[in-house]
């Protein structure tokens, strides 16, 4: 029973679009929320019984202690459904009650023909385009878990691949999108293979571009620096807020300022916002926008620690003078 309701739950998440579904204690019963676009969208309440024994599920596919429901567990799961295969990432924590909470984040394996990056400013994607077209050196993209800092990777490498042929080679964690014309490979902890193991072995095979799923740790970060002082294009995803903090984030991670000086091309802070009904049909419900600091302006900003150039909040404030955007969403996603 609980196998099958799961099995339903899971199909209307991916129907909606849903980026996570989030099953929560509220007041004796759980309440389940589908996060759409960004947005909690409530569905509806279960009961104890059925929350409980929901998660517990969950936690046997995932290989985590049923039995354990104190500390906070973290798993993912290969879930096969009709039309295909879905990644779930699991996160548990308690409450004061004692009572567990779920986070499921789905990650669908799709193919390029299935995904496609719309922005509201044309322009700066053509920046961006320029950018990755460079032979060597770090290009750097930052942004909120789910802003399309993946897709917009992908597609600008799939285009310049259509002008020349590459060898391109990508680590992930996991692989979101399916790119049969790229080596991709995953990490895998259980195996002790992390993206220290997989950059070392990649730059043996003389790779054009080397696509680094994020940069966590010191390692990580030495190995990337290495990749684009010996000349070759590194791209990779770093945790920060806007482009300023990704040049401070290197520095946390004991990137000298000389090699950051060296190596870095360009830093991109992307947001995917949520458009007006006006432009739905046009952009299918979310499109990006794009902080670049590239060129002189990067430069300015490494010998002068400033520079004056546009920001994701400037970008936000034309988007909705445009009409673009609302102002929940301006407010929602403006950098502070």
């Known amino acids: 029973m609980i196998e099958q309701q799961a099995k339903i739950m899971i199909e209307e998440a991916l129907t909606e679009n849903t980026s996570d579904i989030h099953i929560l204690p509220r007041h004796q019963v759980y309440a389940i929320y589908f996060r759409v676009n960004g947005e909690m969208v409530f569905q509806r309440d279960e009961s104890e019984v059925w929350g409980r024994k929901l998660i517990s599920y969950f936690k046997f596919l995932a290989n985590l202690d049923v ?4 500390k906070p567990q973290s798993g993912s799961i290969h879930y096969q459904l009709a039309g295909g295969a879905v990644e779930l990432r699991l996160s548990t924590i308690t409450n004061v009650n004692l009572w ?3 986070v499921i984040r789905l990650i669908r394996q799709v193919t390029h023909h299935q995904q496609a990056l719309m922005t509201y400013f044309p322009n700066e994607l053509a920046h961006l385009r320029q950018l990755v077209r460079r032979k060597s050196g770090l290009l750097l993209f930052s942004g909120p878990v789910g802003s399309g800092k993946t897709t917009t990777i992908y597609q600008l490498l799939r285009e310049r691949m259509k002008e020349e042929p590459l060898q391109v080679i990508t680590m992930e964690d996991p692989v979101e999108i399916i ?8 990490v895998n902890l259980r195996a002790d293979i992390d993206y220290d193991v997989l950059i070392k072995a990649s730059l043996r095979h003389h790779p054009d571009v080397l696509l680094i799923g994020e940069i966590r740790d010191e390692i990580t970060a030495r190995m990337v620096i290495r990749g684009a002082l010996t000349g070759h294009l590194m791209i990779a995803t770093i945790h920060a807020k806007n482009t300023l903090g990704v040049i401070g984030r290197l520095q946390e991670l004991s990137v000298s300022n000389e090699q950051i000086r060296q ?9 995917l916002v949520p458009c007006t009904s006006v432009l739905k049909p046009k952009l299918g419900g979310r ?6 600091l590239a060129g002189s302006t990067l430069q300015e900003v490494l010998s002068q620690g400033e520079a004056s150039f546009p920001e994701i909040n400037d970008y936000l404030r034309k988007a ?4 673009y955007i609302t ?8 950098v502070v």
Do not use: D, M, N, P
């Not at 499109?287 to 670049?292: H, K, L, R, S, T």
């Open 67 to 70: 039995g354990e429901k104190r």
């Open 100 to 102: 567990e909470s779920l």
């Open 179 to 186: 790119e049969e014309t790229f080596l991709q490979t995953e």
């Open 263 to 271: 190596t870095l091309i360009g830093v991109i802070s992307q947001r």
């Open 287 to 292: 499109a990006a926008i794009f902080e670049v």
């Open 320 to 323: 909705w003078s445009y009409g």
């Open 327 to 334: 102002s929940k969403s301006y407010h929602q996603f403006e």
